[in-house]
């Protein structure tokens, strides 16, 4: 009697061994079995996730109306059934990833992990494991190759120069761009730092652009312009800009390269076609000043020969004239002082040269071009009024082209006023004041202003409604004051004529 209540506890051990083995199984994601270790591996036991792993149930299988490797991808099975009998002989586990055809006739992506738990008298391997589904994590996986191989595409396709680096600088990614630009393939410069393609000359700055935006310093540029150097150790100017790679678990970097030498060189071409027809204009002016300029000229000689015959009869008496004698050489020096002043302007508005820009006295400058714009408001009847405030800060500018854009606007505004017949004595007012930083430079005249039909064409090259002249002054003359970082504009007065006026940034 006592071995009953003995024998039903055991039952009773069992059944809940059995009931907790049955909520593991359920609870794996994936299907677990036992099968024989032949051809399509014939199962004999499967857990309730077959189902919903390849749509057949649990009896279809255990009794092998269908066998695993009847629904196993045929393009893969032989793959499967040579990594699992190859681990068996060794005695190890195995892991293996395929597709399998499910009920419905869709295609999955499976991992299986099993082993050899014991063989059978024939010598048959018996293995269990566990196969679940990883057709989401596979899709993932491709999405994200086709994401990558998308992006490296677009970064190859990119004429910028494309490089990533990590925290330290080192170079992990060199684009095709890159390649050519700097000569190197992506195996050469890969782990190097980054310091590698800048020029030594730059290296502090170049340092301390890549802490600061590391760093994350919002007083960093986005943008820095350096000179790079090659594989050739040829140096180029460049454009590098550097920005964190967000959302990864390393601090990554992509730094992009521009090559301005093309920029550079057509910055060079467009300023030295700029400088030639600004001289062509300068040698048009004093063309169209050449009356007045002679008129200059032959004061001064004419007083010169004056003088020198007044002292040849000084020296001719029988008793010189000493006193009077150094009087008129005086005289006869200042005149020629005069003349030369003249001929020295016109030289430096004639002479061929490239811009260049240094630091002037504003005061001088304008002196200098009234004395010269003079000569023809003297021809003309009208005065030209300076008015310079005291203490001008001192501007970084090319003197001769700044100058040359005074003249030109000086006599537009004496040429405007003589068609509006101003009468003799009409002023024309020149005048610089100094204003946040800036110097203002402003011409203003009496003339006629200008109209709406004109503003429309004000600043195009050979436009011009003079007889003669070949409509290039305005439009150098706002390339000049663009080059120097100003705008040239202009506005009506509200009695008459027109104010034209620049400004130009104090050194």
């Known amino acids: 009697m006592a071995k009953a209540p003995q024998a039903l506890k055991t039952r009773q051990a069992q059944s809940a061994h059995t009931d907790r083995l049955e909520t593991l199984l359920q609870n794996l994601p994936g299907m677990a079995y036992r099968c024989l270790n032949l051809k399509h591996w014939p199962m004999d036991f499967v857990s309730d996730g077959c189902f919903e792993l390849c749509g057949y149930h649990r009896h279809e299988i255990e009794s092998q109306q269908v066998l695993w490797g009847d629904f196993t991808h045929p393009d893969m099975i032989d ?3 040579r990594t699992v009998r ?17 009920r419905d006739g869709d295609e999955k992506w499976v991992w299986e992990r099993g082993r050899v738990v014991d063989h059978r008298s024939d010598g048959v391997a018996i293995l269990e494991g566990l196969i679940t589904d990883i057709t989401d994590r596979k899709h993932a996986e491709a999405a994200l190759v086709r994401a990558e191989a998308y992006a490296q595409a677009i970064v190859d396709a990119a004429i910028e120069a494309v490089i990533t680096v990590d925290a330290a600088g080192a170079i992990e990614a060199f684009n095709q761009a890159a390649s050519a630009m700097f000569g190197y393939q992506a195996d050469e410069v890969r782990g190097q730092h980054c310091r590698t393609l800048i020029a030594a000359n730059y290296y502090r700055e170049f340092d301390q652009y890549f802490q600061r935006r590391r760093d994350g310093a919002a007083s960093a540029p986005r943008e820095v312009e350096l000179n790079g150097c090659d594989r050739r150790d040829r140096e180029f100017p460049l454009a590098l800009s550097m920005h964190e790679i967000v959302d990864l678990a390393e601090r990554k970097y992509v730094i992009l390269i521009r090559d301005l030498s093309a920029q550079r060189q057509a910055e060079r071409e467009v300023r030295e076609q700029r400088n030639l027809l600004a001289r062509v204009d300068r040698l048009n002016t004093l063309g169209e000043m050449a009356a007045g300029i002679a008129h200059e000229i032959n004061q001064p000689l ?3 020969s004056m003088y020198a015959q007044s002292c040849l009869r000084f020296l001719r008496k029988p008793v010189p004239a000493i006193e009077r004698l150094e009087d008129g050489l005086e005289k006869l020096s200042q005149q020629a002082h005069r003349a030369g002043a003249v001929i020295e302007r016109m030289q430096e508005l004639t002479r061929p040269r490239d811009s260049l820009q240094e630091t002037v006295e504003p005061t001088r400058l304008l002196r200098e071009i009234h004395d010269l714009a003079e000569v023809e408001a003297q021809l003309r009847n009208f005065i030209i009024v300076l008015r310079i405030d005291d203490r001008l800060p001192p501007v970084r500018c090319d003197p001769v082209q700044i100058q040359q854009v005074i ?22 007012v020149l005048e610089a004041g100094a204003r946040d930083g800036r110097v203002r430079i402003a011409i203003v005249d009496s003339g006629t202003g200008i109209s709406q039909q004109l503003e429309k064409q004000l600043y195009q090259p050979f436009a011009t ?10 439009s150098i003359s706002r390339s000049i004051i663009a080059a120097h970082g100003g705008r040239l504009e202009f506005a009506n007065n509200k009695g008459s004529g027109a104010t034209f006026h620049f400004s130009l940034a104090a050194a």
């Not at 190859?86 to 499910?102: L, N």
């Not at 003249?407 to 024309?428: F, V």
């Open 407 to 428: 003249l030109n606007l000086l006599r537009n505004g004496m040429e405007s006023m003589q068609a509006k017949r101003c009468p003799p004595g009409s002023k024309i």
């Open 465 to 474: 409604n003079k007889p003669s002249g070949m409509g290039l002054g305005l």
């Open 86 to 102: 190859e681990a068996a002989d060794r005695g190890e586990p195995f892991e293996v990833e395929y597709r399998i055809i499910t």
């Open 79 to 81: 793959y499967v059934d």
């Open 302 to 304: 004419t007083a010169i």
